[in-house]
């Protein structure tokens, strides 16, 4: 049962315009939401993360957006430039005063192409 | 300041040998989380550890993983009598008690 979804395996975009990637998912229990940058043969890198009291949080080029009642959040690049090109992860997790509820659950990412 | 280091970055292995995956966490972190990643999915959770505690094994199967995070060393991955089905690469990452996981470069597991 994935918990974590995101539709479309790769985008493709021009440089300078926006990147849209979207990830929905099912689980009422998660509140914080996270998305991961990574490139071949590395580990997943922090990007930006949203709490589930917010429905957008910005940094930079990158915005997260949250639409808590559709289960659904988004990532905007822009301008979107070439070294974008990697697979991006929309992850989640609870919030709990235990350790227990630290662990991620991770979508199956999406391969975005920026083309010059 | 050195990240998440993990070794070996490739790992092969016949059917039935064992495999160890080392992680040394960030200078500083305390909790070490291990996740699987099989081809063109995403990192599935398998163990969340503090030192000398297993918090969370609840994605871990049941027989042939074991992990630990000694009070020194590394956190170890252990895995017995590897099988095909084990290959994938194997991340670590690493957190302070409040603040987000840093991830290693992984270990890819391959079984011949």
């Known amino acids: 049962d994935q918990q974590v979804k995101q539709n479309s395996p790769s985008l493709s975009v021009q440089e300078g315009r926006i990147s849209i990637l979207n990830c929905d998912y099912t689980?009422?229990?998660?509140?914080?939401f996270l998305w991961y940058k990574k490139y071949p043969a590395e580990g997943p890198t922090f990007l930006i993360s949203?709490?589930?009291?917010?429905d957008k949080n910005e940094d930079g080029r990158f915005t997260v957006f949250l639409n808590k009642s559709a289960k659904h959040l988004s990532l905007h690049i822009v301008p979107s430039q070439p070294g974008d090109s990697a697979v991006y992860f929309c992850a989640a997790r609870r919030i709990g005063s235990s350790g227990s509820a630290r662990q991620l659950t991770f979508g199956s990412g999406t391969q975005l192409t920026v083309l010059p | 300041n050195a990240g998440v280091m993990q070794n070996p970055r490739h790992l092969v292995r016949r059917r039935g040998q064992e495999a160890r995956l080392r992680c040394s966490p960030v200078k500083g972190h305390s909790h070490v989380y291990w996740y699987r990643q099989l081809p063109e999915e995403g990192l599935k959770f398998m163990v969340y550890l503090q030192k000398e505690n297993i918090i969370d094994e609840s994605g871990m199967p049941k027989e042939r993983f074991s992990a630990e995070f000694p009070k020194e060393g590394p956190s170890i991955l252990r895995i017995q009598q590897v099988v095909r089905g084990d290959s994938a690469a194997y991340f670590c990452?690493?957190?302070?008690?409040?603040?987000?996981?840093?991830f290693g470069s992984g270990t890819r597991l391959t079984v011949v």
């Open positions: 990452a690493s957190s302070p008690v409040t603040g987000e996981n840093t």
């Open positions: 689980n009422s229990m998660f509140d914080y």
């Open positions: 949203i709490s589930s009291i917010k």
